[in-house]
């Protein structure tokens, strides 16, 4: 991705990366372990990113800093959950996320153009591949939607009082 960071609405506050937000996004609500928020992680993303220990935990304390997550010790481990703060934050970035995805189109269009002029076969190969990953970007996109509508529905059938 080229936008490596989501910048805060709020003055003076660090930006968050997106393995931050991958954090805060994948935390469960109920209180969990930190190696479970790796297992999360591992299970979500498959090969595309391998969460390391090192590199989660301190996240997870800046995240608690930030009352995205909070956490509680028990029996002398330390459990997460994401708080209404954290999911806040998340609904907030909507637009900066659009604008990432246009970014990178952007940026993605820019180095097809010059691989076209510097040899149109790699070019071609690599339109393909990404035809690819566009059409299952847009079979998950749908699939998301139809949840989206279907807890709408849920909602919508709940009798008010």
């Not at 481990?77 to 909507?94: A, C, E, P, V, Y």
Request: hydrophobic share 40%.
């Amino acid at each position: 991705m080229i936008n490596m960071w989501t910048y805060s609405k709020l003055p003076n506050e660090k930006a968050i990366s997106n393995i931050e937000m991958l954090t805060l996004i994948l935390t469960p609500h109920e209180f969990t372990k930190a190696s479970n928020i790796l297992k999360i992680i591992d299970n979500n993303m498959g090969a595309h990113y391998i969460a390391a220990k090192g590199t989660i935990y301190p996240i997870l304390h800046r995240l608690v800093d930030r009352e995205f997550l909070e956490m509680s010790v028990k029996q002398r481990s330390k459990l997460f959950r994401r708080t209404q703060i954290g999911d806040n934050f998340i609904i907030s970035i909507s637009n900066t996320l659009i604008n990432q995805l246009k970014s990178n189109h952007r940026y993605f269009e820019i180095i097809i153009k010059e691989i076209i002029e510097i040899d149109s076969s790699d070019a071609n190969d690599l339109l393909d591949d990404f035809i690819i990953e566009i059409d299952n970007f847009r079979e998950k996109t749908d699939k998301l939607k139809k949840l989206a509508e279907d807890q709408e529905d849920e909602w919508s059938d709940i009798p008010v009082s």
